[in-house]
């Protein structure tokens, strides 16, 4: 068990897919610059899909609890709470499987852990000091995935359209919508709700504050 006292701050930001969870944690990540602080991406941790062939890997439903690596998560989590440095996983959109590179990634202050199924894993939520769900309607969930797929992922926009309709809108209401009763924190409207981002970091601050963590200086390289 992981010490309450001088230890990092965990705050676990979820929601659908586009539903603005990653604007949310930008948004909490520049406000606690002042902190050593880094986002920790669920997405990093999709299973190593090397084994299989590339028409297995685009068949996978990746928006299922089964497609992520929860130990490896949990592992290194925990390793970051007791300030040792990891070896993150990176995921190659494009090969649909983890990459053979990593990234070192040392210890932060501040842990920002963000992704669609954070909450449906207890180890999970255990280790989060405050947990955040972010609500999106559906309709504009599926215009911001068109935007970041065919733009960033190099996918055709039928295909967007059919995944998410086959497997994202579904897998939503199975599963991501339900952890919703674990949050402390709903969040509506995203990155455009300035009133709850001000609220989180108050809480943040506080919570920092009373374990003795130490704001930094500016000029310190705060990174992901």
Known sequence: MVTQKRRPVVIGVTGGSGSGKTTVSRKIFD?????????????????????????????????HPNTFDY?????????LLHY??????????????????????DPREVIILEGILILDDKRLRDLMDIKVFVDTDDDIRLIRRIERDTKERGRSLDSVINQYLTTVKPMYHQFVEPTKR???????????????????????RSILMKRGNKQIDNNFDSTI
């Open 84 to 105: 040792q440095a990891i070896e993150k996983p990176v995921y190659d959109y494009n090969m649909f499987t983890r990459s053979t590179e990593t990234i070192h990634q």
């Open 182 to 204: 674990y949050a402390d924190i709903i969040v509506p409207e995203g990155g455009e709700n300035q009133v709850a981002i001000d609220l989180l970091t108050t809480k943040m």
């Open 71 to 79: 130990d490896l998560l949990v592992k290194q989590l925990t390793q």
């Open 31 to 63: 406000e606690l610059s002042n902190y050593s602080i880094m986002i920790l991406q669920q997405d990093s941790y999709y299973n190593d899909q090397a084994q299989m062939t590339m028409a297995e890997r685009k068949q996978v439903n990746y928006d």
